[in-house]
């Protein structure tokens, strides 16, 4: 069965401060691959996607960036946060082709930017 | 664009009560809709889908009905428990988007009391 990992679990971090998450999937091949940001009581807002290693987009223009060094593996990356970074960031995946791209969610990652 | 309009919450109800989530959307073409639940802390679940009209999806005892002339797939359980205390998101995917997008509504936060 596919497993969808996230770390860490929390992070605190200070203004000005560099940022990586990773987002690893198991069980399965050629995902496609999803960030997302959920502001405290807020929606779901999309970031980044990806269909394959090198093909990433980008739905948000800001200072986070995404990468994806291997075909299971997704990284969210900031140079310098900001506090409006602070949020709860998720991962996801569907498979790659099919009649309904159902997303599967990670656990999140808790982000507090002071 | 694809949209998707869900009832605003909070949603309280006390338990064994009926419980309905409004969602409506907008597609050019034929979409996939799907029903996720979020946990305090937690990332989001798949509930249920429907992929063509009138397909109803089910789970946990939670049904719903894609209906295309009506554009809507409102959620329903006959009976709630204070397990079911959550936020529902509704959503849809273009099956013509190669990057399977979802769009989700904003969430609909549900109390349950004993």
């Known amino acids: 069965s596919q497993t969808i990992h996230q770390w860490p679990a929390t992070l605190v971090q200070p203004v000005g401060s560099p940022l990586s998450l990773e987002c690893t999937v198991e069980g399965t091949s050629n995902p496609n691959l999803y960030w997302y940001r959920q502001a405290a009581g807020r929606g779901l807002q999309l970031l980044f996607y990806?269909?394959?290693?090198?093909?990433i987009s980008s739905e948000v223009p800001q200072n986070l960036s995404a990468s994806r060094p291997q075909d299971r593996q997704f990284i969210l990356s900031s140079k310098k946060l900001l506090l409006s970074d602070s949020g709860f960031y998720l991962c996801?995946?569907?498979?790659?082709?099919?009649?309904?791209?159902?997303?599967?969610f990670g656990p999140g990652t808790r982000l507090t930017v002071t | 664009g694809d949209s998707v309009t869900q009832m605003e919450g909070p949603v309280t109800l006390s338990e064994e009560a009926f419980l309905t989530i409004n969602c409506t959307y907008t597609a050019t073409g034929y979409p996939s809709l799907f029903w996720y639940v979020q946990y305090p802390g937690e990332g989001l679940q798949l509930l249920l889908k429907?992929?063509?009209?009138?397909d109803k999806g089910s789970n946990k005892g939670f049904e719903a009905t894609y209906r295309k002339e009506t554009t809507s797939f409102h959620l329903e359980k006959g009976s709630v428990q204070v397990s079911d205390s959550a936020v529902y998101f509704c959503?849809?995917?273009?099956?013509?988007?190669?990057?399977?997008?979802?769009?989700f509504g904003a969430g609909t936060q549900v109390v349950v009391t004993p």
């Open positions: 990806s269909i394959g290693i090198d093909q």
């Open positions: 429907a992929t063509k009209a009138d």
């Open positions: 959503a849809l995917s273009d099956r013509t988007d190669s990057w399977g997008k979802l769009q």
């Open positions: 996801a995946w569907s498979a790659h082709s099919g009649k309904s791209y159902e997303q599967y």
